[in-house]
């Protein structure tokens, strides 16, 4: 399928996704920190919005909305629509809508916000994330607690390992550093964590990632995981209580 995503960096340490359908010349953005990179990227590509897809409410990730909407389709959570600027489609968990013909299923991933919601293309093998999963790490919990955060990260665990992770923010680096705190041992989280500092050193994005290089290596994926309860002193813990104790170290880190 011609599916080109583009990552396009905004702010100090967002991301926000260019998804372009060759075939029809239709392209769809996920979020809008801010408007000028994205238009730049836009432009350079010959490109025009269709639709734009928004996560969750904060601002960092809708705050260029309003100067890149002009002939663009504005997606988002039906649920938190009052947070959201003005949409035109409103969608909701489990729902599949169309992009230049492919399927889109909306997937609600909250915990970092009430209302979050993640964009799956199975057909173009990505989903887009946000602040929910991210690499190496997941989002801060502002408003949902550790089992709500726990369940939407098992549902993203849950598709096909060969997805492509594109998620909202560059902080790989400061994620690798905690996740070896973690799982000291675990041999693939010091080659990615090397990797990362080599990818960084260049001024590139580590984003996106894959799924398959999140469950090896993510922690906040691997809580279900023995070794890594054992790793942490709570080897009878669930599942739930590991994901909640992992994320209150990496709050105090």
């Given amino acids: 399928?011609?599916?080109?995503?583009?990552?396009?960096?905004?702010?100090s340490d967002n991301y926000a996704f260019l998804i372009h359908d060759?075939?029809?010349?239709?392209?769809?953005?996920?979020?809008?920190p801010e408007a000028h990179p994205?238009?730049?990227?836009?432009?350079?590509?010959?490109?025009?919005?269709?639709?734009?897809?928004?996560?969750?409410?904060?601002?960092?990730?809708?705050?260029?909305v309003a100067d890149l909407r002009e002939c663009a389709m504005v997606v988002g959570n039906e649920y938190d629509a009052r947070r959201?600027?003005?949409?035109d489609a409103k969608v909701t968990d489990g729902e599949t809508f169309?992009?230049?013909?492919?399927?889109?299923?909306?997937?609600?991933?909250?915990?970092?916000?009430?209302g979050h919601i993640a964009f799956y293309?199975?057909?173009?093998?990505?989903?887009?994330?946000?602040?929910?999963?991210?690499?190496?790490?997941?989002?801060?919990?502002?408003?949902?607690?550790?089992?709500?955060?726990?369940?939407?990260?098992?549902?993203?665990?849950?598709?096909p390992r060969h997805t492509i992770v594109c998620s909202g923010h560059e902080y790989t680096a400061s994620n690798a550093k905690f996740a070896l705190t973690v799982e000291?041992?675990?041999?693939?989280?010091?080659?990615?964590?090397?990797?990362?500092?080599?990818?960084?050193?260049k001024g590139k994005p580590t984003v996106p990632s894959t799924l398959a290089e999140e469950l090896a290596t993510n922690p906040f994926l691997r809580a279900n995981l023995p070794e890594v309860k054992a790793a942490?002193?709570?080897?009878?813990?669930?599942?739930?209580?590991?994901?909640?104790?992992?994320?209150?170290?990496?709050d105090r880190f």
């Fill in 1 to 11: 399928m011609p599916i080109e995503i583009v990552t396009v960096p905004c702010l």
């Fill in 22 to 32: 060759d075939d029809t010349g239709q392209t769809a953005l996920v979020d809008a």
């Fill in 38 to 64: 994205i238009q730049v990227a836009l432009d350079a590509r010959g490109w025009t919005l269709s639709q734009i897809w928004i996560t969750h409410h904060h601002g960092d990730h809708i705050d260029g």
């Fill in 84 to 87: 959201l600027p003005a949409l």
């Fill in 98 to 114: 169309d992009f230049a013909g492919n399927d889109v299923l909306v997937m609600d991933v909250s915990g970092h916000t009430i």
């Fill in 121 to 159: 293309l199975p057909g173009a093998n990505a989903v887009f994330t946000a602040d929910s999963l991210m690499a190496l790490g997941c989002g801060r919990l502002f408003e949902g607690t550790p089992e709500l955060m726990w369940s939407s990260l098992s549902k993203l665990a849950a598709l």
């Fill in 184 to 201: 000291t041992e675990n041999e693939a989280l010091h080659a990615r964590a090397a990797e990362i500092a080599e990818t960084r050193a």
């Fill in 232 to 250: 942490i002193g709570m080897p009878n813990a669930s599942d739930g209580a590991v994901f909640a104790e992992i994320r209150q170290r990496k």
